[in-house]
């Protein structure tokens, strides 16, 4: 016989995947394909009824991209605002990275960088296959990477493989700030 505590999470998973699963418009059935989990086992989580093992949960999350947490834990509201100390920033020299994503999505990654005058850093190569988006909102941001160096002014989008050194640097006399999102290739396997 389950508890409260039992029978709360279970309802708590069963609704949170049908409301992932719809939000994302995908049928039992793709998900089933995503996850490698048969469809049956899909319909069992969405009954409230399943018992699912660890292993199953973290193909569940993989699958639907959230945290475990996330899964079994009561609805959460649909739309949390993050104030920007509750976002990772860190220092790389005189440069200011901040992540614009409060909560882990596979295979992306979004940041602000802020470069005073004159600074720069070197970008760190990713996986192979990965591919960088970099945009400029104010200033002017070169990049180089191969051997190649590009001027962006605001507005300007470069795409390029982030599975290279590459570097940044502000050549104006003003802040420049630019965003970069990281594209990981998923690994073979997936």
């Known amino acids: 016989m389950r508890t409260s505590t039992e029978t709360d999470a279970a309802s ?6 049908r409301q992932l699963r719809d939000s994302r418009g995908l049928s039992q059935a793709q998900l089933a394909k995503l996850s490698g989990l048969p469809r049956p086992t899909w319909a069992n989580l969405e009954s409230g009824a399943a018992n699912p093992t660890l292993q199953v949960l973290l193909k569940v999350s993989a699958a639907l991209q959230v945290s475990l947490e996330e899964l079994v834990g009561p609805p959460k509201a649909a739309a949390r605002l993050y104030a920007p100390d509750e976002l990772r920033s860190r220092r790389r020299g005189k440069v200011c990275v901040a992540d614009l994503l409060p909560d882990r999505v596979s295979g992306l990654q979004m940041e602000r960088m802020e470069f005073p005058p004159g600074a720069g850093m070197s970008g760190v190569p990713h ?6 988006y ?3 909102e104010r200033g002017s941001i070169q990049l180089s990477a191969s051997g190649e160096e590009w001027t962006l002014k605001p507005g300007h989008v470069l795409v390029f493989r ?3 050194k590459h570097g ?11 965003y970069s999102v990281v594209a990981l290739r998923p690994p073979a396997d997936s």
């Open 168 to 178: 940044y640097r502000n050549l104006g006399r003003e802040t420049a700030v630019a």
């Open 127 to 132: 996986t192979p296959g990965t591919r960088e």
């Open 162 to 164: 982030g599975d290279q």
């Open 12 to 17: 708590n998973l069963a609704r949170n995947i």
């Open 134 to 136: 970099l945009c400029c």
